[in-house]
């Protein structure tokens, strides 16, 4: 398999843009994979938008890859995602890597905007078929319960035939959308004994559909520091995730946070490898600005070299 690191992004850390631009351009610059932005259209702090960050990138660099993790796709309209990828995709040569799913109950956008999250699911399976018919360059006509569409297309199409899509969500809805629609899946904020199960379902739900997940293509999401459990933004980012809504289920943060030496960001990387993951999506914990280039360096000086294979 091909175990590949890149960089997420929730909040926006930065103090600047420019801030901002310096981290890309060392993302750039280094082996670093890719780079996701979170989706997340309320929040009462900075929040770029994912589809807007994903173009940044397209024109900022021109090496590293770039997607979502993950859009939230009820509240978008599916043919504009899917021109708005696919723009995405033709301006970067083929670096754009989409990541969908039907969002969180708890979500504050629901209630913010009107909408009801009941029926996400059959709406976004909607939206997926209507989605990757328009990638595949698909006159659709479609009369469904929820859109309606008469001989719609796009173009200029995806440079990627089939484009990746990458779905997020461990229920068994979400295992049945990807076999349906995905070739990969992105796991939140789980620990590798909560990802294993996972792994497992879609590989065999997917292989009975007749369209096997490739094994490269199992993402695993978590916060990264090199420092101590002790230090105090670990501290703070660690209460801040076990506050959050709708995660009540989810495992101990000192169980997928990777905290410490190269050594101990490298065996957690391990213990998600070990359950099938071989895409990574790390966050950096840092202060400031300065504190989040030397996490991101070291990442790229200590870390990406073994797990790269360099």
């Known amino acids: ?28 610059e280094s082996d670093i994979d890719s780079i996701w932005q979170s989706d997340r259209l309320i ?12 173009a940044a990138l397209a024109g900022a660099t021109e090496r590293l890859k770039f997607g979502m993790s993950v859009v939230v ?31 969180p109950e708890v979500a504050p956008e629901w209630v913010a905007t009107g909408r009801k999250p009941r029926g996400r699911g059959p ?52 295992v049945r959308r990807i076999a349906r629609f995905g070739n ?10 909560q990802v294993a199960p996972v792994v497992e379902s879609i590989r065999r739900v997917s292989r009975e559909a007749g369209r096997p997940v490739p094994e490269d293509h199992y993402g695993a999401s978590f ?10 933004i670990v501290e ?14 989810r495992a101990d943060p000192t169980t997928y946070f990777a905290v410490g030496d190269a050594a101990a960001i490298l065996k957690r990387v391990e213990e998600y490898a070990a359950v099938g993951v071989s895409k990574f999506v790390m966050r950096p914990i840092a202060e400031d600005d300065d504190d989040l280039m030397e996490q991101t360096r070291r990442l790229a000086d200590e870390v990406l070299p073994v797990v790269h294979g360099e």
Do not use: N
Not at 3 to 14: D, E, K, N, Y
Not at 77 to 103: E, H, K
């Open 123 to 174: 709406r976004s399976d909607e939206m997926l078929e209507i989605i990757t018919r328009l990638w595949r360059g698909e006159t659709v006509s479609l009369e469904g319960e929820h859109y309606r569409y008469k001989d719609a297309s796009i173009a200029p199409l995806p440079v990627q035939q089939p484009l990746p899509l990458w779905i997020g969500g461990s229920s068994p809805a979400a």
């Open 1 to 28: 398999m091909s175990a590949r690191i890149g960089l997420g992004m929730a909040a926006f850390p930065f103090a600047s843009t420019r801030a901002f631009r310096r981290w890309v351009e060392l993302c750039e």
């Open 43 to 54: 929040s009462p702090q900075p929040q770029l938008e994912a589809m807007s960050v994903m």
């Open 73 to 103: 796709l009820p509240l978008r309209d599916p043919l504009v995602l899917a021109m708005q990828c696919a723009t995405i995709d033709f301006l970067s040569d083929g670096r754009m890597l989409p990541a969908f799913g039907v969002g």
């Open 223 to 232: 916060p990264f520091r090199f420092g101590g459990w002790d230090d105090p």
């Open 184 to 193: 990969g899946w992105l796991g939140g904020l789980q620990s590798p004994a």
């Open 236 to 249: 703070r980012s660690a209460a801040a995730i076990s506050r959050r809504p709708g995660l009540s289920d």
